[in-house]
């Protein structure tokens, strides 16, 4: 009996043991045969692509459903570059989605590798889910341009902290650091950007430049040192216009200690090209047309401002004649590149330049660290009669009239101090010494019919030198002035960046 209980048993296990063998040889030529459909719980973008064929799968409604995962191409992004930012469409990064790859491997799991990786691929296939993305690839060559144009856009100079006056009270705002898109880093940061799934907005690699003067730097810049006006009234458009474009220059330029400021350096040629236009301007003792008139009165208040606050005045000229809009004296022509306005900063820390057009008149002021300085200015003029008139006889002037034709003009002899209000009695320093030469009138008078045109001359009055000693005093009408380089008169030397 019992040897019959163990022969069935035997039995038994041999049934089951073959049927095993009969499911696993079954099993393996499952896995193993190659039906040419993508393996079960195969995911693409999140939409089922198992037990479908490769080749049948373009014509499915799969291709739809895994569109929502692909940004279409005219999707809006905003593109970033430090604070900088504008949105762009997708389509101009050079991003697109690769559906091909992706279900090429959907289709390849279970079917590359050794024959063991295979089959533990297939299993898994059945046991768990497994997701595929759809790679995005880069045209690098449409994101360079992309990058060019972000670079276009996004790129900026740093912005200089700045000082602004309001009443008595000095304010200084901070300045913002410039961005530089890195033009050949932008492919790979698109390329990241998009394998991620293009979430978030497009960060840009840039370099941030710093400011070249920083909120830090101004901190001793409390105190309005001078402010000097000049009048514009009876001035042409075209003039007003230079002036501003010239002031615009100018004005929040930053002087560091023992830093020199140039006017030809800070303002530049004054062309077409740089925007001047043409107004009268000095030229062999007469006003004529030419370009940039008028950026002659920035440099005459300027320097004016600049002797108030205390400034070493490094080079200056005169003009070739009196100008009407500030006293003899007190001007400063420029010629560029020849002739120019020089002071240097002596103080210990920076001074600001400001200057603006309001209100008819044009406004310099410096600002530095206080307290500021009472400076004194005073002049001593000599004034020098004209020489004798030059009379023209002239057959087409009516017998017996006269015509002016060029009027008489004092010659004058000045010399600028500059005292501290504070210092001992006296004159104080000599700044300069100026000439401007006198004119000799021209009158054209009717010559006798047949008689031979003379020329003569004729005493207006003495040329004696009259002595005065004056204060600046404020000009009724200003005119225009930029005078060629032969009109000016060097003065010897007698001595010291731009915030947005």
Not at 137 to 166: G, H, K, M, T, Y
Not at 224 to 251: C, D, E, K, M, Q
Not at 277 to 287: D, E, F, N, Y
């Amino acid at each position: 009996m019992r040897r019959a209980t163990k022969r069935r048993r035997s039995g038994l296990r041999r049934i089951l043991a073959a049927v095993a063998a009969v499911f696993t040889a079954a099993l393996l030529v499952l896995l193993l045969r190659d039906t040419g459909r993508i393996y079960p719980n195969i995911y693409v973008a999140g939409v089922k692509v198992g037990a479908m064929e490769r080749n049948t799968i373009r014509a499915s409604p799969w291709v739809e459903g895994a569109r929502p995962a692909m940004p279409l191409p005219e999707t809006s992004i905003v593109v970033r570059a430090g604070d900088a930012s504008y949105r762009h469409k997708l389509d101009d990064t050079g991003v697109a989605f690769d559906l091909e790859r992706a279900l090429d491997r959907a289709y390849a799991v279970g079917r590359t590798g050794p024959p063991l990786q295979q089959v533990l691929d297939r299993l898994e296939s059945y046991a768990r889910r497994t997701d595929i993305p759809i790679p995005a690839v880069v045209d690098d060559r449409q994101a360079i341009a992309f990058a060019r144009d972000c670079a276009r856009r996004l790129n900026r100079q740093p912005d200089n902290a700045s000082v602004d006056v309001e009443g008595t009270k000095v304010r200084v705002t901070p300045g913002k650091p410039g961005v530089e898109v890195r033009v050949g880093d932008v492919p790979a940061a698109i390329k990241r950007w998009a394998d991620s799934g293009c979430r978030g907005d497009l960060q840009l690699p840039a370099r941030l430049t710093g400011a070249l003067v920083t909120a830090e730097q101004l901190t001793s810049v409390d105190t309005l040192l001078a402010s000097v006006r000049t009048p514009l009234s009876g001035s042409s458009r075209n003039r007003r216009h230079n002036i501003a474009l010239a002031a615009a220059a100018v004005s929040g330029y930053v002087l560091m200690p023992g830093e020199r400021f140039s006017y030809n350096a800070v303002v530049g040629p004054r062309t077409e090209e740089t925007g001047y236009r043409t107004a009268p301007v000095i030229r062999s003792g007469k006003l004529v047309p030419g370009t940039g008139g008028g950026a002659c009165q920035l440099s005459s208040t300027l320097y004016q401002a600049a002797l108030r606050a205390g400034l070493e005045i490094v080079a200056r000229s005169h003009h070739s004649r009196p100008v009407a809009y500030t006293p003899a004296g007190f001007d400063a022509t420029v010629a560029y590149p020849v002739i120019d306005l020089k002071f240097r900063n002596g103080f210990e820390g920076p001074v600001v330049l400001r200057a603006r057009v309001h209100g008819g008149r044009l406004e310099c002021q410096v600002l530095g660290p206080g307290p500021a300085s009472k400076v004194e200015l005073t002049r001593q003029v000599h004034w020098i009669q004209p020489p004798e008139a030059r009379i023209v006889e002239d057959a087409t002037v009516p017998p017996g009239k006269r015509v002016v034709e060029v009027k008489a003009r004092r010659g004058v002899r000045v010399r600028v101090y500059r005292r501290q209000a504070d210092a001992a009695a006296g004159r104080g320093q000599l700044v300069s010494t100026d000439y401007y030469a006198a004119e000799a009138a021209v009158i054209r008078q009717g010559s006798v019919a047949g008689k031979v045109p003379t020329t003569t001359k004729t005493s207006l009055g003495s040329s004696e030198a009259t002595p005065e000693t004056a204060s600046p005093a404020r000009p009724a009408v200003p005119s225009g002035s930029t005078p060629a380089p032969g009109d000016a008169r060097p003065q010897p030397p007698t001595g010291p960046k731009k915030t947005s």
